[in-house]
């Protein structure tokens, strides 16, 4: 009988911890305060969860934290103006998504300032994003954040067949176009290709926002896989794009949900926070 293999976890919880104490010691040595503003609209459960997450690590860090919460009827131009003078008192500031279906939300963040949108999702920062004008553009945090992950581990990306499902502006897209800059040989699926090929890949990013979609037979033997999903079930327990149960015993590494992803998101948020720090110091010498 076949002996199952042993997987390893890439646990973000055990990644962050390394790479918030280096960060710690980066904002230390700036001799000088560091503030970070969340503009919130309305008071979804979800959103408040994930913002309680960035608060606590912006205290870890000794990074001063101010959270701006909104009513849900404010209007697009109210909303515009207070991001607007929000930006003028800090070094880098974030609009937590979603927001309302009144708002035009691609608008809004648009109004993010280039030099703290440290969520880089205004337009401006994805043209320099991907046209390598690394200066002025911020890698969107989770994208980011799966390349810290990967790198923690050592999980080799040059020359290696690193595959992503899901092509959103968020995740999939920036994820791919960091996999290619670090050498990996990428393709990526959507809900048009399907996912037939996916098990060919040496790296498989799974971001396609639906719960348990890649199988066993979705996978490669000892590849390694990143699960970005986050779902939530009947019986309120939350669960990842993969079906990590029967996965996990044909690859060789996998990143749990929760305690994969979501960590090292928050983490390259505030290493994208320190990038608009150093460059604003830069900018004024």
Wanted: net charge positive; glycine share 6%.
């Amino acid at each position: 009988m076949k002996e199952k293999n042993k997987y390893k976890i890439l646990s973000g919880i055990e990644a962050s911890k390394h790479y918030s104490e280096l960060l710690k010691n980066l904002f230390i040595s700036l001799n000088e305060p560091t503030i970070f503003k969340i503009i919130q609209v309305g008071d979804l459960a979800a959103s408040n969860k994930y913002i309680n997450n960035k608060i606590k690590k912006a205290k870890e860090l000794g990074i001063e934290a101010i959270l701006v919460k909104l009513d849900a009827s404010i209007s697009q131009e109210d909303l515009k103006t207070i991001v607007q003078n929000e930006a003028l008192s800090c070094d880098g500031i974030i609009v937590q998504l979603p927001l309302p279906e009144h708002i035009n939300s691609q608008e809004i963040l648009n109004i993010v300032p280039i030099e703290k949108d440290i969520d880089g999702l205004s337009e401006l920062n994805q043209f320099n994003f991907y046209n390598f004008k690394e200066e002025s553009a911020f890698s969107p945090a989770t994208a980011r954040g799966i390349i810290m992950l990967l790198d923690y581990y050592n999980i080799p990306i040059a020359n290696k067949k690193t595959f992503v499902i899901g092509e959103s502006n968020l995740v999939g897209k920036p994820t791919k176009f960091l996999l290619n800059k670090k050498g990996g040989i990428v393709k990526s699926f959507n809900k048009n290709t399907g996912i037939f090929g996916s098990n060919e890949a040496d790296v498989l990013v799974v971001a396609a926002g639906e719960a348990n979609l890649v199988k066993t037979k979705d996978v490669k033997e000892n590849a390694t896989i990143i699960d970005v999903g986050i779902n939530s079930l009947t019986n309120n327990k939350i669960t990842g794009d993969v079906d990590f149960e029967s996965v996990k015993h044909k690859v060789s590494a996998i990143s749990p949900v929760p305690g994969g992803v979501g960590p090292m998101t928050v983490i390259a948020l505030f290493y994208n926070l320190y990038d608009a720090k150093i460059r604003t110091k830069k900018t004024i010498s």
